[in-house]
């Protein structure tokens, strides 16, 4: 009797004082973690607050005034935006060649590293040696220095030029030529496959070998083995690498400066956005009409980005353990 | 007559089979081998453009040097515009250093929060953090000159630094959630137990763990750091603060016609450094970009 009540009394004690805590422990536990994980997080947040979000709604706002530094900014409404639509080729011009440049040469890029990821795939000696040597463009593409040597090799009487003259052909230096400088960016763009083919090659590497050897006993050929297994195989990476590369391509800048001393030239073929950009904010301090041009960018990436992601479903294959 | 023939037949098939593979592989390297050639030329044209007399570029655009010569090199030590070419590298390397200890320090905090602890927000700043890996320059640079001006901060190397410690670039922590996430638990789970909190599990357990991507990333920010033009550009007014990059666009501008040697030189010696880099470390890099499955 004495026996079952202590027990009881027990049991009760237990159960009265231990559900509490455990309760307030858990709750403690997650208060502990939430403020762990904001003070780990404490100088991304800053800076995705100080330098990403809190500038980008301010070059928003920017955006619709006038604003040279020394006087504050005069709002101006959707002034800037019409103007540059209306009243300004250059920005129309700079427009232009920028999604070409980004449209075409993306894709070409994309192409070549794919194609020559295939073909290192088709034997392993030596694969290793080419993949390095193909990979260091990335590294020192977008430098100044690279810059410098496409300027000199592309100009008139200069190797390529000499080169081409071995062939018969004669279409003098590029970096002058209006029709051939743009094509000569997207060389140099193209140029830097390296990087975007390793990992296409890392991708090809994890297709399993049996769908070739199965699509192959159906009687696929070469051409239909690709499009019915690597390309499905490898959507994923060409994806999400495409996107990277189209975002990518919009910021040129250095090669374009370097090539042209900073004037966008001839006639405003290597003016690209960037540069435009850079001159209109910087050169004549039009903060305002430079953050239109901003906001255009962003809005126009934003659009791309969305329109991959809508065709993502009929194009790219997700196997499930692929990511 | 027909067991002969059934013979050479059957011998021949395999050989034939044989040769044919020969040949694919022959044709395969050839193939390889001129793209080499292509990718590899302009900077062997660099390098021995560096040997030619300043008379020699008009005419001979070849490789080899008609009269090699090391006066480029002795040109471009005494540097441009009243500073000293060390100078140049001096600050290249200062920011370079600079942004390999931010980026390692800030990416790697916010990758272990995004990777190993779960509180309120989370998903949000994830995504936040993805979005801006797509997210343009040219929406955000024009505020922070403006931010930084009113700092008083332009022509001090605040406004190229600050940012990495601050995680700016999403590459970085996103490389490092990766490989995180692909880390078992129980290390982390023992070490709870124990009673050791976030801090003590981030720097004795995951940190060493990840390595691999830190040399990675530090490797990157690197790279790009000694490499950007952009940045410097709109923040340094002052040759002695000039980053080689930004020198190098004094050679471009100052010396299209004159000093073509000491322009090539200069652009050439502002690369050594990465290409060492990429030598010594290739194996790493390319493995690092192939798994990570993200550009170089």
């Not at chain 1, 009540?5 to 004082?17: D, F, I, P, S």
């Not at chain 1, 231990?18 to 403690?28: G, K, Q, V």
């Not at chain 1, 975002?247 to 400066?257: M, N």
């Not at chain 2, 593979?21 to 050639?37: E, N, R």
């Amino acid at each position: 009797m004495s026996t079952t009540e202590t027990r009881r009394v027990t049991t009760a004690g237990r159960g009265g004082t231990r559900r509490p805590p455990h309760r307030s422990a858990a709750r403690t536990r997650t208060i502990r973690e939430t403020l762990a994980g904001y003070t780990f997080l404490l100088p991304w947040m800053i800076g995705f607050l100080g330098l990403t979000m809190g500038p980008m709604l301010y070059s928003l706002y920017l955006s619709f005034t006038s604003y040279n530094l020394f006087s504050p900014p005069k709002w101006v409404g959707f002034d800037n935006y019409i103007r540059l639509f209306t009243d300004d080729p250059v920005f129309i011009q700079s427009a232009q060649i920028t999604l070409f440049y980004v449209l075409v040469g993306t894709p070409i890029k994309l192409a070549a590293a794919l194609a020559i990821a295939m073909l290192l795939n088709f034997r392993d000696r030596g694969a290793g040696f080419f993949r390095s040597a193909f990979y260091a463009p990335s590294l020192i593409g977008a430098s100044v220095s690279v810059a410098i040597v496409w300027r000199a090799m592309f100009n008139t009487d200069g190797p390529v030029d000499r080169g081409l003259q071995i062939f018969g052909i004669n279409l003098g230096g590029w970096i002058g030529n209006v029709s051939l400088v743009v094509p000569m960016m997207i060389l140099l763009a193209v140029w830097q496959f390296g990087a975007t083919m390793v990992i296409f090659l890392a991708g090809l590497k994890q297709v399993p070998k049996e769908l070739y050897e199965a699509a192959e006993v159906d009687g696929a050929g070469a051409f239909r083995r690709f499009r019915a297994v690597t390309m499905p195989m490898l959507s994923p990476v060409v994806f999400f690498n495409l996107l990277l590369e189209l975002v990518g391509a919009f910021q040129v800048f250095a090669s374009a400066y370097i090539i042209s001393n900073g004037t966008g030239g001839p006639a405003g073929m290597t003016n690209f956005i960037t540069l435009y950009l850079y001159k209109r904010g910087f050169t004549d301090t039009q903060m305002g009409y430079a953050s239109a041009i901003g906001w255009i960018v962003m809005i126009v990436v934003a659009v791309i980005a969305v329109i991959l992601f809508r065709t993502q479903k009929s194009w790219v294959h997700y196997s499930g353990d692929d990511r | 007559m027909t067991a002969t023939q059934i013979v050479t037949t059957g011998h021949r098939a395999p050989r034939k089979k044989m040769t044919r593979k020969k040949w694919q592989t022959v044709i395969w390297f050839v193939a390889l081998l001129a793209i080499t050639a292509i990718v590899i030329y302009p900077l062997l044209w660099l390098f021995a453009s560096t040997f030619k007399p300043n008379s020699e570029f008009g005419q001979n655009q070849g490789l080899i040097p008609l009269n090699p010569t090391f006066e480029n090199y002795g040109t471009i030590v005494e540097g441009i515009g009243g500073v000293p070419m060390w100078r140049f590298f001096a600050n290249s390397t200062i920011l370079a250093v600079s942004a390999v200890i931010g980026t390692l320090f800030s990416s790697s905090l916010a990758a272990y929060a995004f990777a190993r602890i779960k509180f309120k927000g989370l998903g949000i700043f994830f995504a936040s953090m993805i979005g801006t890996l797509l997210l343009p320059v040219h929406v955000v640079i024009i505020p922070q000159y403006i931010w930084f001006n009113k700092l008083g901060l332009i022509d001090t190397f605040v406004p190229l630094i600050l940012p990495k410690f601050l995680a700016t670039e999403a590459f970085f922590v996103f490389l490092m959630v990766q490989f995180i996430r692909n880390l078992p638990k129980d290390m982390d789970e023992a070490a709870r137990i124990d009673g050791a909190g976030h801090g003590r599990i981030f720097w004795y357990i995951t940190l060493p763990l990840i390595k691999p991507s830190l040399i990675t990333g530090a490797i990157f920010a690197f790279i790009w750091t000694w490499n950007d033009f952009l940045a410097p550009l709109l923040y340094l007014n002052s040759p002695e603060n000039y980053p080689l990059p930004i020198a190098l666009r004094l050679y471009n501008d100052q010396t299209s016609t004159s000093d073509y040697g000491a322009t090539v030189t200069a652009s050439f010696v502002a690369l050594i450094p990465i290409l060492l880099f990429f030598i010594v470390f290739q194996r790493f890099l390319v493995n690092g970009v192939a798994t990570q499955g993200l550009k170089g």
